[in-house]
């Protein structure tokens, strides 16, 4: 699979605040790159780059092999782009803006007729053809924000949260939208909202105050696995019980410790040791309520990621 | 040609544009009636001075929308990462401004039309005085540029736009107060000094250059400001 997305120690100081720090990924042909993060972690800064709003102050981006700085215009030519909050010239027209945008694109002629009348069918806006874009709905807008990154066909679509200010009905059309595209082409798309990237994208890569903390296959297995199990008994001895069981490499406790029955969380190395973890509660006389696999979710792993590093004395 | 259909069709289906034509239009027609009946002579002297007056104010009003607004409701960001230049960006909207003040001296050529009609006018001192006029509102017209691309607000492009433009047009006042060298500077920035010999009917390619160079300083500032930090 061929990369079409390259960042090499990609870094972006904005005077004395670092919001990228030295970032490397790669996003293959087809594939759909989640960039996850809360709000100022860097996310919209590297699309921004990317797509040549910004300049890197260290660092490469590519795109299909072209840097986005010695190569801008052929470099952009090849990305389709709806920034944050999809801005648009209000006074336009839908039809008259794709126009505009597609003859900025190089577009002419037949051609350019083509492209925004299937852009118009593909995105729904056939009844809205004439409708000045001010007076468009969000989701509309958002609409006309991906009609025109899809003109020219770009081999990549860079997406800046595309579900924000969406009704639900509108998420979900916008989510199968984007899996739909995917097929096509390169899509990288950022959220602050874990849910939400989890069912879009095929792989997530995490940011953190301007640092890539991992990516992350959505829907794949993993080595490390994790127990939960529901016991009621003294904490310490129910530790060291747990602790004892062969294949148990850690043991953390879930919610409040105080709980009548309180979760355990263990780090286990395969599934076949949730046996003998029952088999050495029950032995011990602790009431076992429940033992379950859990993988490790997304959720799990951005919080584990992003948590702050324990103050000394605390 | 697709930036410079979009800035044409932004500027002319604003108010603004008519706003200003109007009253361009009805403050010309004064000044022209007022020195018609009191001076009695064909000549548009006096009408280009109070033209150029009037471009001190009015482009200034023209132009604080062009970048700024762009900025402001991020429209800026899908023009920058669209595959153009910067230079077409700057000269699409620089141009669709230059046609307003075109179309606003056309208007104005009706007095030089009733003059014509009437007396037996000096044709050399109106033709240089409009040429003047264009290559004045071109001026301020890039400097309005610039300063609309520093700023996403727009009253504070004009305002500061038009601070700029009364600056230079009067700064050659300050030179009886500086010794030599610098009076000859401050005169030879003047945008008064440079304007005064087209009204009357002097025209001399120092004063051409001059202006062209003012609208090519703001012309390559406007692109600075479009940089790509």
Same mark, same amino acid.
């Given at each position: 699979?061929?990369?079409?997305?390259?960042?090499?120690?990609?870094?972006?100081?904005?005077?004395?605040?670092?919001?990228?720090?030295?970032?490397?990924?790669?996003?293959?042909?087809?594939?759909?790159?989640?960039?996850?993060?809360?709000?100022?972690?860097?996310?919209?800064?590297?699309?921004?780059?990317?797509?040549?709003?910004?300049?890197?102050?260290?660092?490469?981006?590519?795109?299909?092999?072209?840097?986005?700085?010695?190569?801008?215009?052929?470099?952009?030519?090849?990305?389709?782009?709806?920034?944050?909050?999809?801005?648009?010239?209000?006074?336009?027209?839908?039809?008259?803006?794709?126009?505009?945008? $597609? *003859?900025?694109? @190089?577009?002419?002629?037949? =051609?350019? %007729?083509?492209?925004?009348?299937?852009?118009?069918? !593909? +995105? &729904?806006?056939?009844?809205?053809?004439?409708?000045?874009?001010?007076?468009?709905?969000?989701?509309?807008?958002?609409?006309?924000?991906?009609?025109?990154?899809?003109?020219?066909?770009?081999?990549?679509?860079?997406?800046?949260?595309?579900?924000?200010?969406?009704?639900?009905?509108?998420?979900?059309?916008?989510?199968?939208?984007?899996?739909?595209?995917?097929?096509?082409?390169?899509?990288?798309?950022?959220?602050?909202?874990?849910?939400?990237?989890?069912?879009?994208?095929?792989?997530?890569?995490?940011?953190?105050? $301007? *640092?890539?903390? @991992?990516?992350?296959?959505? =829907?794949? %297995?993993?080595?490390?696995?994790?127990?939960?199990? !529901? +016991? &009621?008994?003294?904490?310490?001895?129910?530790?060291?019980?747990?602790?004892?069981?062969?294949?148990?490499?850690?043991?953390?406790?879930?919610?409040?410790?105080?709980?009548?029955?309180?979760?355990?969380?263990?780090?286990?190395?395969?599934?076949?040791?949730?046996?003998?973890?029952?088999?050495?509660?029950?032995?011990?006389?602790?009431?076992?309520?429940?033992?379950?696999?859990?993988?490790?979710?997304?959720?799990?792993?951005?919080?584990?990621?992003?948590?702050?590093?324990?103050?000394?004395?605390? | 040609?697709?930036?410079?259909?979009?800035?044409?069709?932004?500027?002319?289906?604003?108010?603004?544009?008519?706003?200003?034509?109007?009253?361009?239009?009805?403050?010309?027609?004064?000044?022209?009636?007022?020195?018609?009946?009191?001076?009695?002579?064909?000549?548009?002297?006096?009408?280009?001075?109070?033209?150029?007056?009037?471009?001190?104010?009015?482009?200034?009003?023209?132009?604080?929308?062009?970048?700024?607004?762009?900025?402001?409701?991020?429209?800026?960001?899908?023009?920058?990462?669209?595959?153009?230049?910067?230079?077409?960006?700057?000269?699409?909207?620089?141009?669709?401004?230059?046609?307003?003040?075109?179309?606003?001296?056309?208007?104005?050529?009706?007095?030089?039309?009733?003059?014509?009609?009437?007396?037996?006018?000096?044709?050399?001192?109106?033709?240089?005085?409009?040429?003047?006029?264009?290559?004045?509102?071109?001026?301020?017209?890039?400097?309005?540029?610039?300063?609309?691309?520093?700023?996403?607000?727009?009253?504070?492009?004009?305002?500061?736009?038009?601070?700029?433009?009364?600056?230079?047009?009067?700064?050659?006042?300050?030179?009886?107060?500086?010794?030599?060298?610098?009076?000859?500077?401050?005169?030879?920035?003047?945008?008064?000094?440079?304007?005064?010999?087209?009204?009357?009917?002097?025209?001399?390619?120092?004063?051409?250059?001059?202006?062209?160079?003012?609208?090519?300083?703001?012309?390559?500032?406007?692109?600075?400001?479009?940089?790509?930090?």
């Amino acid at each position: 699979m061929s990369a079409v997305i390259v960042a090499e120690q990609l870094t972006k100081w904005y005077g004395p605040r670092l919001a990228v720090d030295h970032v490397s990924f790669t996003v293959g042909a087809g594939e759909i790159m989640g960039l996850l993060g809360p709000n100022g972690s860097g996310k919209t800064t590297i699309l921004r780059i990317f797509t040549g709003y910004l300049r890197p102050s260290s660092g490469a981006a590519r795109i299909a092999d072209l840097d986005v700085v010695d190569d801008a215009l052929a470099a952009r030519r090849r990305v389709g782009y709806v920034p944050e909050d999809a801005p648009l010239y209000p006074g336009m027209g839908v039809a008259e803006f794709l126009r505009f945008m $597609g *003859r900025l694109k @190089g577009l002419a002629g037949a =051609g350019l %007729t083509a492209a925004v009348d299937a852009g118009l069918e !593909r +995105l &729904r806006l056939g009844s809205m053809r004439a409708t000045q874009i001010g007076r468009l709905s969000r989701g509309y807008r958002q609409r006309v924000a991906i009609a025109q990154a899809l003109l020219g066909d770009p081999p990549l679509l860079i997406l800046d949260e595309p579900t924000n200010g969406l009704d639900p009905r509108q998420i979900i059309e916008m989510r199968e939208l984007i899996r739909a595209l995917g097929g096509e082409r390169t899509i990288v798309v950022t959220s602050h909202i874990l849910g939400e990237i989890e069912r879009v994208a095929d792989r997530v890569a995490i940011l953190l105050a $301007g *640092r890539m903390l @991992g990516t992350h296959a959505v =829907g794949a %297995t993993h080595g490390g696995r994790r127990l939960r199990v !529901r +016991l &009621r008994g003294e904490e310490a001895p129910v530790r060291a019980c747990l602790a004892e069981v062969p294949g148990v490499a850690a043991v953390h406790l879930e919610g409040r410790p105080a709980a009548s029955a309180p979760v355990y969380l263990l780090d286990v190395a395969d599934a076949s040791v949730a046996e003998a973890v029952a088999k050495a509660v029950i032995a011990a006389g602790f009431g076992l309520s429940s033992l379950e696999l859990a993988p490790v979710d997304l959720e799990a792993l951005f919080l584990e990621l992003t948590r702050e590093p324990a103050e000394p004395g605390r | 040609m697709t930036l410079l259909a979009k800035e044409e069709k932004a500027i002319f289906s604003s108010p603004i544009a008519y706003a200003i034509v109007a009253v361009y239009l009805l403050l010309m027609g004064y000044t022209f009636t007022l020195m018609l009946f009191l001076n009695r002579t064909a000549e548009l002297v006096r009408v280009f001075f109070q033209a150029a007056v009037l471009f001190l104010l009015i482009v200034p009003v023209i132009t604080m929308r062009l970048l700024a607004e762009e900025r402001r409701s991020g429209t800026l960001e899908i023009l920058l990462t669209s595959p153009v230049r910067e230079i077409e960006i700057v000269l699409a909207k620089f141009a669709a401004c230059l046609t307003l003040v075109a179309a606003m001296l056309v208007l104005t050529a009706a007095d030089a039309v009733v003059l014509g009609l009437y007396a037996d006018p000096d044709w050399g001192p109106i033709y240089s005085g409009f040429v003047g006029l264009l290559l004045l509102g071109g001026a301020l017209a890039a400097i309005g540029l610039a300063v609309s691309g520093v700023t996403s607000n727009q009253i504070v492009a004009a305002v500061i736009a038009m601070g700029a433009g009364i600056l230079l047009w009067m700064i050659d006042s300050i030179g009886y107060l500086l010794p030599e060298p610098f009076d000859t500077i401050v005169t030879s920035l003047s945008l008064v000094a440079h304007f005064t010999p087209f009204a009357t009917g002097a025209l001399f390619l120092s004063d051409l250059g001059f202006f062209l160079t003012v609208i090519l300083v703001g012309l390559l500032l406007s692109m600075r400001t479009l940089a790509r930090r």
